[in-house]
């Protein structure tokens, strides 16, 4: 017998989540914010920089930064968790929520969403329940209210509004029904990409007991910093506290994010509004090429199906050649001949634009030669 008869075994199934940087003329493949800051920003941020104690430790919890988010919510700051961006603040809420002993806790997602939930799950042992989406990539209603109710009832379900990879904005009165008819169900509302649907948030002061609201600062123009939060009810707000390690959150992130919140909204406002406007244009450009199918967008990321689906993993492999950056969905439920495409720069786009006028007359039968 040896030390790796400790290893938790679920871990042998699951793939290393890894995403390494690789020179692109044009990444539309990381759903980011990639506007860039003005450069008296960047220099004034530089200067509050200089300001870090490099021998301190950061608060333990980001009293600061959490009190200027409950501000902007409208809540207690002690309902507010931070983690390392939202993936951190998902494990948070798993480890947190899977404690029945009884018998096995499960989580319900729809499928196909953010890969995370469900890897994070499994990492821990948790019980994955896959709804899939209708053919629409909506929510399937009599489904999921089927899956909630296996058994004595799932834990936690995650409902990402804008989706990703779908960027579907889901029926708000759905999600409602569905809260409403599962009161023993954490429902986690993930408004990752919400700030690309302005006034489509289902965030309010009086959400019902048994939901916790997510968002990041990572898709509105952070990324770098990897800052995410939660808003949960106090036991739960407790409980993650309580799984949290002390110092999640550097010194420098604490401080980058409470500067930009604080004293640049309107910067990040533009960045945003920028990114809107480039989506309509990518959009355009998608549904430019022959047979293709782009399904509506409300995040920074655009979903297209091409036709025949071979021409998916074709088309993303020709384009990474020209060191255009695209993800290839095509493998996930519903998503068969789908390519995930995030909204660049002005300049990317115009590298897309020009890689799919060379590309798209040779979809057939291998882009890859194109020259």
Not at 327 to 341: I, Q
């Amino acid at each position: 017998m040896t030390w790796t008869s400790h290893l938790r075994p679920a871990l042998a199934g699951l793939d290393i989540y890894d995403s390494p940087q690789v020179a692109a003329r044009a990444r539309l493949h990381a759903n980011e914010c990639p506007e860039p800051w003005p450069a008296e920003v960047m220099a004034e941020l530089g200067r509050r920089v200089e300001s870090v104690e490099l021998g301190r430790y950061p608060d333990a919890s980001g009293r600061s930064l959490r009190h200027l988010l409950a501000r902007q919510h409208g809540c207690d700051p002690d309902a507010i968790v931070l983690g390392n961006g939202s993936d951190e603040v998902i494990s948070l809420l798993l480890t947190a929520l899977a404690g029945r002993t009884s018998e096995p806790s499960f989580m319900v997602i729809p499928s196909p969403t953010f890969v995370m939930y469900g890897h994070s799950a499994r990492c821990l042992g948790v019980g994955v329940l896959e709804v899939p989406l209708t053919e629409q990539l909506e929510l399937d209603e009599a489904v999921m209210n089927e899956a909630l109710g296996v058994a004595n009832g799932a834990a936690i379900c995650f409902l990402a509004r804008p989706n990703n990879p779908t960027s579907s904005l889901w029926d708000a009165a759905v999600i409602e029904r569905l809260i409403a008819g599962n009161p023993g169900t954490m429902f986690v509302l993930d408004e990752a990409y919400i700030r690309y649907s302005p006034g489509a948030s289902l965030w309010r002061q009086d959400l019902p007991g048994n939901v916790t609201y997510m968002s990041t600062l990572s898709k509105v123009g952070l990324a770098a910093l990897r800052v995410g939060y939660c808003i949960a009810p106090p036991a739960l707000a407790r409980a993650a506290n309580v799984v949290r390690h002390p110092y999640n959150i550097s010194a420098t992130s604490l401080l980058l994010a409470e500067s930009v919140l604080r004293d640049f909204p309107e910067v990040q406002a533009g960045l945003i509004a920028r990114s809107i406007a480039n989506r309509d244009r990518l959009v355009a450009l998608l549904a430019s090429i022959p047979g293709a199918h782009v399904f509506p967008a409300h995040a920074n990321i655009a979903l297209v199906r091409l036709d025949p689906p071979q021409y998916a993993s074709r088309l993303a492999d020709a384009l990474a050649a020209r060191g255009v950056l695209v993800k290839d969905a095509s493998s996930l439920p519903r998503l068969s001949g789908c390519l995930r495409v995030g909204v660049g720069t002005s300049a990317e786009l115009d590298i897309l634009a020009a890689a799919l006028a060379e590309l798209v007359p040779n979809l057939g039968p291998d882009p890859s030669q194109a020259t």
